[in-house]
């Protein structure tokens, strides 16, 4: 209710001694820090001017990984998304909460292994939508873009395409033609039952003459499949990754200011691999690459048309069809608690297996 006091509570799970890492409330429409810990004392200066003296972080259970936000006069201008973060040298864990003013309703997406409809809440919630299109000019001459800009095959002989500065003329590359210099943003890629395929983002000016490995350190965020069994994250060295599920289509998430690219299997939104910590400073932009003859092309899924409500359709749930929220007295003051486990987003591992069936590897 508009002038009590809300907290917003967030544990991780498996439990663990969060005391020495870092934690943050941030509103994920406007990115305005609520309240941050870290030291083992509440950062002040890092605070939005809207919510300085109004908010503390209880931490009475820190040691258990525990921690809430509890916010002070609730105004209406408060009621919408807050994530929360755990971070700390070699971990990183997120979740999100809503808070609207008069109602609480707690958001779940992306819990190890959620199911799809919870993958569609987060990715509509958090980023915007991009409607991505192949730039031709930039296809190495061996790769076919279809008309409408959605997909790409590989040729079975280069085509005579004029050698422009834009072309890859040794990476079996082609660029999307949008640019990202800010903002949160996704995509879907449709790889089916490719055997060989790599997505993700790169430099708009990444070198496009000669040989190139394709890393962070190049200015390449990517990962992809081999030999139909060999799932990679292009780092240096390459991590090879393990999955439940062999996935037919893939979103990319790009988190321009936090420096994050996300993969995530869009069929049944189990999280693959994230490239965390990146300071960019230059325009992104999409980048695929096929190197094998195959029948299916690589396709850009078109963005989705449709509107929170259809993706979220109980985005205001009906009490008679949904548990209630259980509502508790904090031991601190007496006011209204939400009793709610909040979900956090496995940003690191990918998912076990996948039976590995050689050993053999790709550059």
């Known amino acids: 209710m508009v002038g009590e006091d809300a907290d917003l509570p967030c544990h991780?799970?498996?439990?663990?001694?969060?005391?020495t890492m870092e934690l943050r409330w941030v509103r994920s429409s406007l990115r305005q820090v609520v309240n941050m810990y870290a030291d083992g004392k509440e950062v002040e200066d890092k605070q939005s001017a809207e919510y300085q003296g109004r908010t503390s972080i209880l931490r009475n259970n820190i040691t258990a990984g525990k921690a809430a936000l509890r916010i002070y006069n609730v105004r209406a201008s408060d009621s919408g998304n807050y994530l929360c973060y755990f971070q700390d040298d070699n971990f990183y864990e997120?979740?999100?909460v809503e808070l609207k003013v008069a109602e609480w309703r707690r958001i779940q997406y992306m819990a190890r292994g959620e199911k799809s409809q919870t993958y569609a809440e987060w990715k509509v919630a958090l980023f915007q939508a991009a409607d991505v299109l192949l730039d031709p000019e930039t296809a190495n001459p061996i790769l076919i873009v279809s008309e409408d800009q959605r997909s790409v095959q590989r040729a079975?002989?280069?085509?005579?395409?004029p050698d422009i500065p834009e072309r890859f003329d040794w990476r079996y590359c082609v660029l999307g033609c949008e640019n990202f210099t800010s903002g949160r943003h996704y995509w879907e890629v449709e790889v089916g039952d490719r055997k060989e395929w790599h997505i993700g983002v790169c430099w708009r000016n990444v070198e496009r003459k000669g040989w190139v490995k394709m890393t962070p350190e190049n200015g390449y965020w990517t990962m992809g499949l081999s030999d139909g069994y060999n799932y990679r994250a292009l780092t240096e060295p390459r991590t090879k990754l393990t999955l439940d599920k062999a996935p037919t289509r893939v979103g990319v998430f790009l988190d321009y200011e936090t420096g994050e690219v996300s993969f995530y299997n869009a069929m049944d939104g189990s999280h693959i691999y994230t490239f965390l910590h990146t300071s960019f400073s230059e325009p992104l932009c999409p980048v695929f690459r096929i190197l094998t003859l195959e029948p299916t092309a690589l396709t850009i899924c078109p963005a989705a048309k449709e509107v929170w409500h259809s993706l979220?359709?109980?985005l205001v749930p009906d009490s008679s069809q949904e548990t209630p929220v259980t509502l508790g007295l904090s031991e601190q003051s007496g006011e209204p608690q939400a009793e709610v486990q909040s979900l956090l987003l496995p940003l690191q591992s990918g998912a076990e297996g996948l039976p590995l069936q050689?050993?053999?590897s790709q550059p």
């Open 12 to 19: 991780l799970s498996p439990s663990m001694n969060a005391e």
């Open 94 to 96: 997120k979740a999100l």
């Open 156 to 161: 079975e002989e280069p085509q005579n395409l």
């Open 312 to 314: 979220v359709p109980d």
């Open 358 to 360: 050689s050993n053999k």
